[in-house]
């Protein structure tokens, strides 16, 4: 019984490139927490709901520019506006499962040839995750997918750029999972995982992002 304990609530972030199943197992995931009686809520990053998530959806969509180290820091303060709703969620016991992070953040970015360091630096003290799940999925298996090449992003040279840089950033809350498994195998790795973080981080202090 995940979660139904008076501890607080998970930080589970899914990272991946577009187009690699994360929102489809988010969702799931999600659905299988809550029949599980887990207080739990589905998130994502961009938070397009927002003014500055909307100036984000714009330059996404390719309906403004906007100079490359300013979009990262909209991207960073996109995070930030939402640090301390996600703090107070996560110690009133809610799980957050969170599609894209500060992961997102540098590994696109750096993927422009910004520099890594100047990347992480916005994003310090920030709520680090308890887990993120890295769905790996080669470029050239993402672009066959449906409704790939719609956003700024959607290229497979950047997106093997962007590739390299997640896997740089790997650390030991890094789970990587084959995305190119069956959908329902996915599940089931995901399912594993986040329950036993879930249980694991109960007790525990949230923590800062420090990379
Ligand atoms: P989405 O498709 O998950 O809504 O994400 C939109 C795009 O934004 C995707 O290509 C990844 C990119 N992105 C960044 O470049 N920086 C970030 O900080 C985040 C969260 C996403
Ligand atoms: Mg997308």
């Known amino acids: ?87 107070s969620k996560l110690l009133g016991g809610t799980t957050l499962i969170v599609d894209r992070y500060s992961y997102s953040g540098v590994a696109f970015s750096a993927a422009k040839g910004l520099d890594i360091q100047w990347c992480k ?22 672009a066959e997918r449906g409704g790939y090449g719609g956003e700024r992003y959607e290229k497979i040279e950047f997106q093997k750029r962007v590739a390299d840089h997640y896997h740089s950033l790997r650390d030991s809350t890094w789970k990587v999972v084959d995305g190119s498994l069956p959908m329902e195998t996915v599940e089931e790795h995901l399912r594993e995982l986040a329950t036993n973080c879930i249980q694991e981080c109960q007790e525990k202090p949230l923590t800062n992002l420090t990379w």
């Open 121 to 142: 630096a916005p994003d310090v003290g920030l709520i680090a995750p308890d887990l993120v799940i890295y769905l790996d999925v080669q470029p050239e298996k993402a």
């Open 1 to 87: 019984d995940a979660g139904s304990k008076s501890g607080r609530g998970a930080l589970v972030v899914l990272e991946g490139l577009d187009r690699s199943g994360k929102s489809s197992q988010c969702a799931r995931l999600l659905s299988y927490l809550e029949g599980q009686g887990c207080r739990a809520e589905g998130w994502r990053f961009p938070d397009r709901g927002t003014c500055v998530g909307q100036m984000i959806s714009a330059y996404l969509a390719n309906e403004s520019q906007l100079d490359d180290r300013t979009i990262h820091l909209l991207f960073s303060a996109n995070r930030w506006e939402k640090r301390a709703l996600m703090e």
